[in-house]
C-alpha cells in the first residue's frame, strides 16, 4: 500500500521560511515524477513545483520561482519543498503527489496517482 507523508509545515510570519517534507513508502520512488501543489480556502488545487525522476529538471509556478525550492532523495524515497521569503497569499494546505508517468512534468492534479493528506502553512503579516 502506498502512503505518502508530508510534514513541515506551521505558521510563521511574512519573509520566513519552512521546509516541508514528504516521505513516501509502498512504491519504488525512482519511477515517479513527484509534485508539491497547494489549495488555499475556496481556491482550486494548483501546482507549485515538480521534479522529474532523476531530479535534474523542474518546473515552478512562476509566483513561486526563485523563493522555492524542490528536491528529492530517491534512496531515502523522500522530497522536499523548500519555501523562503513567504507571503500571506503563500497560506494553503501543500500536498505532495506521485505520478508514474516518470517521463512528463504534469501540472494536472488528475495525472497524479498518489497523494499525501497535506500539511498546513499558514502566513501572516
Known amino acids: 500500500q502506498v502512503h505518502l507523508v508530508e510534514s513541515g509545515g506551521g505558521a510563521v510570519q511574512a519573509g520566513g521560511s519552512l521546509t516541508l517534507s514528504c516521505a513516501a513508502s509502498g512504491l519504488n520512488l525512482s519511477n515517479y515524477t513527484m509534485g508539491w501543489f497547494r489549495q488555499a480556502p475556496g481556491k482550486e488545487r494548483e501546482i507549485v513545483a515538480a521534479?522529474?525522476?532523476?531530479?535534474?529538471?523542474?518546473y515552478y509556478l512562476a509566483s513561486v520561482k526563485a523563493r522555492f525550492t524542490v528536491s528529492r532523495d530517491n534512496a531515502k524515497s523522500t522530497t522536499s519543498l523548500r519555501v523562503s521569503n513567504l507571503k500571506p497569499e503563500d497560506t494553503a494546505v501543500y500536498y505532495c503527489a506521485a505520478d508514474s508517468a516518470k517521463w512528463t512534468l504534469s501540472r494536472i492534479p488528475n495525472e497524479y496517482d498518489y497523494w499525501g493528506q497535506g500539511t498546513q502553512v499558514t502566513v501572516s503579516l
Open positions: 521534479i522529474s525522476w532523476h531530479g535534474t529538471t523542474t
